[in-house]
């Protein structure tokens, strides 16, 4: 795939992306057999997502909650010194805890693979933005910080954020409300299908 199109694509999945999951947490509900084990693995991936997207909310702030691209500053402390996405993969850490609650590795690679591929535009898409506005800037950046994965401790990584915790927390009421109802899914389907199998 180009970059135009990719970025073409990842502009429509940017304005959508509150909504994308959907259809997947109705298909995980239905194929999920979560146990013990599951909860147990998954709980601690999700607790680790969570708290890197609450690390980065308090260097981006609010701006990420809307369905317009836009940034006032090239955000590249706290999570940012260490990968250029940290709340991608932030995302990344929850799903993989979401759907190894669920217990259910064919879907699971089938929910990765739609990730892999809304991410593969997205970023794209958000940096060909972030290029036009900050060019020298960004160019700089993205020759000294990894796209996703960090690869070690890099200057800035503790730098103090502009943001507080409780800014932080606030623009993710949404997505504890999500996360909270998507767990309480997985434990019903869990429940349900126990009893049927009784």
């Not at 693979?113 to 991410?119: G, P, S």
């Not at 796209?147 to 993710?172: F, K, M, N, R, T």
Request: hydrophobic content about 45%.
């Amino acid at each position: 795939m180009s970059l135009a199109l990719a970025r073409i694509i990842g502009e429509a999945l940017f304005r959508w992306r509150d909504l994308l999951p959907v259809p997947l947490v109705a298909g995980l509900a239905r194929v999920s057999r979560p146990s013990p084990v599951t909860w147990a693995l998954g709980l601690p991936l999700i607790a680790a997502g969570e708290a890197l997207r609450l690390w980065a909310l308090r260097h981006i702030g609010p701006t990420t909650r809307t369905r317009e691209i836009c940034a006032d500053r090239l955000v590249q402390t706290g999570p940012y010194a260490l990968t250029r996405n940290p709340l991608y993969l932030a995302n990344l850490c929850k799903v993989a805890g979401f759907l190894t609650i669920a217990g259910h590795p064919g879907f699971g690679l089938f929910v990765l693979v739609c990730y892999a591929f809304e991410y593969a535009t997205v970023i794209p898409f958000e940096e060909g933005f972030l290029e036009g506005k900050f060019p020298d800037e960004f160019a700089e950046y993205r020759g000294r910080v990894p796209v996703l994965v960090p690869q070690g401790l890099l200057a800035g990584w503790d730098a103090p954020a502009p943001h507080s915790w409780g800014e932080a927390l606030w623009s993710e009421r949404r997505t504890f409300g999500s996360s909270g109802l998507l767990l309480g899914l997985l434990a019903f389907s869990g429940w349900w299908k126990e009893g049927r199998r009784a």
